[in-house]
């Protein structure tokens, strides 16, 4: 193979033993399933004896192509369906969401398991769309569906009685975990060792939950990703049992508990086991390369294993790239070995990307060792060019040939065609600089999520303990910021708020009340709003006491008061509290977006992103920027088998978003305090020439700079 440039240059980590034979084993498991791959030739019959019918409201063979309509028509047994990038794969869940029901299969009876709920409402929608007139025949269109975490809330409150827990627990985001992790640290007076600073509650709440969704001991995570801390070992074990008996004692479950708490029933109460397995019939399964090791254990928990029903997974191996949020590579690539007699579909026409641009994904995907085979094709004759990699002399000409080309090309693309994807947020900070001075309008994804701002979470607290006064973690919150009232007196008030059944009137003893002014008006406010008679009045009770407070606290409180707005509109939506906190807690506003443009109104701008949050989106032209060895892949990842493959993927995702024309740039070095990098990124290195162009752009005094 005739490379872009010299392979030999970079250093590869070897195999141990254990890695290599768990390759091994993952490749045998890959093997056995591929062996079991059906494709649309040898099932020529099989759609025409199953759903030719005049009774069918939508004709699958004409909408669909020839693998698309295997997998949407398959309904029984076991199945994995591989769905290459751009193949289509909303529009073939959907169309077998459809399929079921026009072979008589109750809406009910299915369930969708996405990762975000409005992928499962576009699915869900477009199929009623499809069937139309035919559902008015049917007892309801009551598809379950949903995020893992949202079906899960949904069974624990439902069972609860069989299940013998309180139906009015309260959900914990990641912030309130760890404020719940600091107070059982300081309620035992954990105190630092030797030199070595006591763990910040972020680290141990991401230690703990980490070891719980990839089955760790906190011995093992800590020697490896936090040997610093390895004379803490002992005592973090001590918080997280404390941690979950605290949770247990307070009805508080975090995000880890909604998923393994079902787990742990379904393993532990037969009869919870056989409801569930008979609800839920068919069951499909979305984006399943990222799946953890809790939510596969739920989805072999609840699949039936009677000769009736089915179930579907479908993703993209070449696309696992969320590790670092627990996320299993391995589930999808040992799905034959759960289920020996499974089916394997693949989806390989490709529907977004030129030619060219396929052509460099299929090298890409040529590249990761473990994985099932797949050449992605596309039969569009889409106007495109070769991928285009240029050397740059420093970031900041990096960045201005970024924009320039934005510019050169705009005759051709609106601004919204563009996309600038990074390995991580800070790669784009002299990209947006160089946008400013060029006046070309950008929008960044990233930044703070809606209800994780401060002003929401203080708001929310207070509707969390109208819903449950048991929350302890919510009164911390509120009272906190109350003149006078520490964490000490904080945690008395809960204490004594919980032994009064809940009750808000100790805020008004006189032992408490005299430490601060603000009590009397919260006890009435608290009692006001109990009495309320929608959520928006609530709120409407709530601000008025909240508002006050928020100007003593920050300077820019009439600007943060504008989240109100939205946040009662949110409400809205919703007629009781419980529900009101499930949606903001499982699958809350997608508003992580910090807009800077010369038009705060313009919708015509450039993406700029990290390419986990580019993953299912798609633009025109991608610039792929800082591309140098050491930042793609990460030097962190450069030792490990693993880690490297998913830097590899990763790189892949990236690629992948670009529909005709794909720009990777990097500059001559990159100098940080992890070391000076100055190779090209190995990914590009592994790549045939012919796949793609390399060029460069010259420094002032006309030296080129090349590889």
Known sequence: MNSVFDTEQYNYPPFDTVTKQKIDELKLAINRLESNLINPEDNSNSYDNMCVSSQLAVNYADELNASQLLAATTTQGQMLVIAGAGSGKTKTLTYRTSYLIEQGVLPSQILLLTFTRKAANEIKARAKHLLGDK??????YDIASGTFHSFCNMLLRRYAKLLNINAQFTILDTGDSEDAIDLVVKENNFKKIGKVHFPRKKTLQVIISTCRNRRLTVEALVNKNYPDLSGYIETIEQIAKQYHNYKRKKDLYDFDDIISQVVRHLQTNPLFRERVQQAYQHIMVDEYQDTNIPQKELIDLISTKSGYGSLMVVGDDNQSIYAFRGANYQNILLFGHTYPDAKLIKLEQNYRSSPAVLDFVNALSDQITLGYKKSLFSDNSIDGEKPVFTRCRDEQAEAKYIADTILQLRDSFDYKDFAVLGRTSYQSNYVQLEFMEKNIPFVVVGGIKFVEKRHIKDVLAFVRVLHNPNDVIAWHRILTILKGIGAVTATKIAEA????????????????ASRSEQLQPLYQTLTKANQADSIEEILEILLDFYLPVLQLLEENWKERAEDFRVLKG???????????????????PNDSVAVQTNEPAEEDVVTISTIHSAKGLEWQVVFVNSLIDGMMPHYKSSHNFEELEEERKLFYVACSRAKTRLYLTAPNYLASYAGYFDKASRFIAEVPSSCVIADSVEKEENEAVWW
């Open 570 to 588: 949110l409400a809205n939506e919703h007629q009781r509290i419980d529900s009101f906190l499930e949606s903001l807690a499982l699958d809350p």
């Open 135 to 140: 559902l008015q025949n049917l007892a309801g």
């Open 497 to 512: 708020i919980s032994q009064a059944e809940n009750s808000f009137e100790p805020l008004i003893q006189a032992n408490f």
